[in-house]
């Protein structure tokens, strides 16, 4: 079966610290990718999107990058952040024929800058 | 892509009653799908609709949908304190892949 690791589940780091984010899938194969923020009591906002090694969307101008080194990682970073960089970072996968299937999420990392 | 809009934003309801949340969205749809997220958690997917369904069932879930109307709604019956999350509804596109949320309803179950 299908699963999604991501992590840490909680990070507290200065502003103007750099960041890393970790998502990995297991038990598939060329997977869509996805990185979505959720700010305290608000919905998800999109951030970036991958289908494929090395294949990455940008949804939203922001201090924040990704890259998919393999075809199953998919990394979130950032140079400095911000303190608008804080909320709730959920990393999702779904198949190609997403149109047929639902996404699947990870468990999500609380990032709060300080 | 396009974001479904759901209403109300916030729900309350007792224990074994019915709750309705509906969803809304502007254009066309392959397919329309309802996620749940608990307190601190990912989304879980629920359901998933096709645009030539109009209504689906799952457990205590019933999906309806009306292209016409351009709108869904999601019924959770005899609800449970256990169903107390956000719930959030996507329209797919045909065109598309990827899934815009909406800000979702809040449903709080008092036992």
């Known amino acids: 079966s299908q699963t999604i690791h991501q992590w840490p589940a909680t990070l507290v780091q200065p502003v103007g610290s750099p960041l890393s984010l970790e998502c990995t899938v297991e038990g598939t194969s060329n997977p869509n990718l996805y990185w979505y923020r959720q700010a305290a009591g608000r919905g998800l906002q999109l951030l970036f999107y991958s289908v494929g090694i090395g294949q990455i969307s940008s949804e939203v101008p922001q201090n924040l990058s990704a890259s998919r080194p393999q075809d199953r990682q998919f990394i979130l970073s950032s140079k400095k952040l911000l303190l608008s960089d804080s909320g709730f970072y959920l990393c999702a996968w779904s198949e190609q024929s997403y149109l047929n299937y639902g996404y699947t999420f990870g468990s999500g990392t609380r990032l709060t800058v300080v | 892509s396009q974001q479904g809009e759901e209403d109300p934003q916030a729900l309350s309801i007792q224990e074994g009653e019915n709750a309705t949340m509906n969803c809304s969205y502007k254009?066309?749809?392959?397919?329309l799908q309802w996620y749940r997220q608990n307190s601190g958690r990912g989304l879980v997917h629920l359901i998933l609709i096709r645009s030539n369904e109009r209504e689906k069932h799952s457990g205590r879930l019933r999906v309806t949908l009306d292209t016409s109307k351009k709108s869904s709604s999601l019924l959770i019956t005899a609800s449970r304190a256990a169903d107390t999350a956000s719930y959030f509804c996507a329209p797919t596109s045909y065109n598309t892949d990827k899934l815009i949320f909406g800000t979702g309803t809040r449903l709080q179950v008092f036992p």
């Open positions: 254009t066309s749809i392959n397919n």
